[in-house]
T-cell receptor
Framework: NAGVTQTPKFRVLKTGQSMTLLCAQD?????MYWYRQDPGMGLRLIHY???????AKGEVPDGYNVSRLKKQNFLLGLESAAPSQTSVYFC????????????FGPGTRLLVL | AQTVTQSQPEMSVQEAETVTLSCTYD???????LFWYKQPPSRQMILVIR??????QNATENRFSVNFQKAAKSFSLKISDSQLGDAAMYFC??????????????FGAGTRLTVKP
């Protein structure tokens, strides 16, 4: 049982390049989330999904797209990376029952030059 | 929208002593959850303790306990017998319990805790 895993752990991009971050969970969770963490600002929600085939915008969705084709995977895409997207990205998941705890992945550090 | 405020960017404590981290939040809802997460240098987010708003009793987990004041919208974390391994960034978080919401979490900006030997 690996929990929530994220790929890659670290990546450097040039402005304008694209990339996809992969989040996978093996706990059969319905809800999945993508957050970004910037210094002094805590975590902010980018996009989320309440089930396979569904996605929705969070607090800071601009410049990102997501897909949830399979229940266990949640992909975060950057079509044209900008230096403002330099951040640490966290994926999280949980069951859809209200009392359930949210589990986080180890994070992906992204540097956009 | 709900907001979470941690007014202490940094705190320090002597090993074996007690420290309290502060958190306040703003919400118009009556049913919600509150959490404290620990983030060590590894960056992994680790759940320390959680509190359901409908419970009057304060949650405790070994050396960690909370002081939940619903009317004041305050949720502080007390760490007793501090250990070197407690040094980390601590985040307070809020989550709505409503079924109409996506139930995402709102985080405070964090408090960096240093433990002195």
């Amino acid at each position: 049982n690996a929990g929530v895993t994220q790929t890659p752990k670290f990546r450097v991009l040039k402005t304008g390049q694209s990339m996809t971050l992969l989040c996978a969970q093996d706990m059969n969770h319905e809800y999945m989330y993508w957050y970004r963490q910037d210094p002094g600002m805590g975590l902010r929600l980018i996009h989320y999904s309440v089930g396979e085939g569904t996605t929705a915008k969070g607090e800071v969705p601009d410049g990102y797209n997501v897909s949830r084709l399979k229940k266990q995977n949640f992909l975060l895409g950057l079509e044209s990376a900008a230096p403002s997207q330099t951040s640490v990205y966290f994926c999280a998941s949980r069951h859809n029952a209200g009392r359930e705890t949210q589990y986080f992945g180890p994070g992906t550090r992204l540097l956009v030059l | 929208a709900q907001t979470v405020t941690q007014s202490q960017p940094e705190m320090s404590v002597q090993e074996a002593e007690t420290v309290t981290l502060s958190c306040t939040y703003d919400t118009s809802e009556s049913d919600y959850y509150l959490f404290w997460y620990k983030q060590p240098p590894s960056r992994q987010m680790i759940l320390v303790i959680r509190q359901e708003a409908y419970k009057q009793q304060n949650a405790t987990e070994n050396r960690f306990s909370v002081n939940f004041q619903k009317a004041a919208k305050s949720f502080s974390l007390k760490i007793s017998d501090s250990q070197l391994g407690d040094a980390a960034m601590y985040f307070c978080a809020y989550r709505s319990a409503g079924i109409w919401d996506n139930n995402d979490m709102r985080f405070g900006a964090g408090t960096r805790l240093t433990v002195k030997p």
